[in-house]
T-cell receptor, first 117, second 107 residues
Framework: KAGVTQTPRYLIKTRGQQVTLSCSPI?????VSWYQQTPGQGLQFLFE???????NKGNFPGRFSGRQFSNSRSEMNVSTLELGDSALYLC????????????????FGPGTRLTVL | DAKTTQPPSMDCAEGRAANLPCNHS???????VYWYRQIHSQGPQYIIH???NNETNEMASLIITEDRKSSTLILPHATLRDTAVYYC????????FGTGTSLTVIP
């Protein structure tokens, strides 16, 4: 079974631009979560989508948004980019069915390295 | 969501067992303990998880104390490829990764 895939792998943008990152979950996985990783703040949860609905959200400004499509693929958008948005953006998927929430293992993709100049 | 505390760094000799501790004193009764590792800016890799019983798979063993307030990940025969940052996480509505333990396996 193919793993979580993320595109693009590397991206360079300038301040003020916007960016869209894509994530394809493992086949059969219905939940997609996004994380931001920076040297200063570590790995931080952005949001989770399930059945095209956001079910959890971390503590990030509204410039960070996401969506999920009917095939479970997800996109994350960052508007009005700032230098501090330079980071590794990670996507993770899990099955998330019924009462398996707490034992539902997340599997991570390789990440998208975003550099904001 | 329960938080975890891990030592920032550890060394281990190649071929020896690596024992990585984690404190999770505020864990709830139905929350699981997960371990992941991340090798130099790759995506975190799932290792193992457990609820209250000790668990073992092909990668590692997980020992959870009876009161569930702490756990230890054991890599039985560490190799150089096990050098990574290891994260202990308590499952909840979201995964809180913390700062992890940077394990260096020394030849």
């Amino acid at each position: 079974k193919a793993g979580v895939t993320q595109t693009p792998r590397y991206l360079i943008k300038t301040r003020g631009q916007q960016v869209t990152l894509s994530c394809s979950p493992i086949s059969g996985h219905r939940s997609v979560s996004w994380y931001q990783q920076t040297p200063g703040q570590g790995l931080q949860f952005l949001f989770e989508y399930f059945s095209e609905t956001q079910r959890n959200k971390g503590n990030f400004p509204g410039r960070f948004s996401g969506r999920q499509f009917s095939n479970s693929r997800s996109e994350m958008n960052v508007s009005t980019l700032e230098l501090g948005d330079s980071a590794l953006y990670l996507c993770a998927s899990r099955v998330l069915a019924g009462d398996t929430l707490l034992t539902d293992t997340q599997y991570f993709g390789p990440g998208t390295r975003l550099t904001v100049l | 969501d329960a938080k975890t505390t891990q030592p920032p760094s550890m060394d281990c000799a190649e071929g020896r067992a690596a024992n990585l501790p984690c404190n999770h004193s505020t864990i709830s009764g139905n929350e699981y303990v997960y371990w992941y590792r991340q090798i130099h800016s790759q995506g975190p890799q799932y290792i193992i998880h457990g609820l209250k019983n000790n668990e073992t798979n092909e990668m590692a063993s997980l020992i959870i104390t009876e009161d569930r307030k702490s756990s230890t990940l054991i890599l039985p025969h560490a190799t150089l490829r096990d050098t990574a940052v290891y994260y202990c996480i308590v499952s909840g509505n979201q995964f809180y990764f913390g700062t992890g333990t940077s394990l260096t396996v020394i030849p």
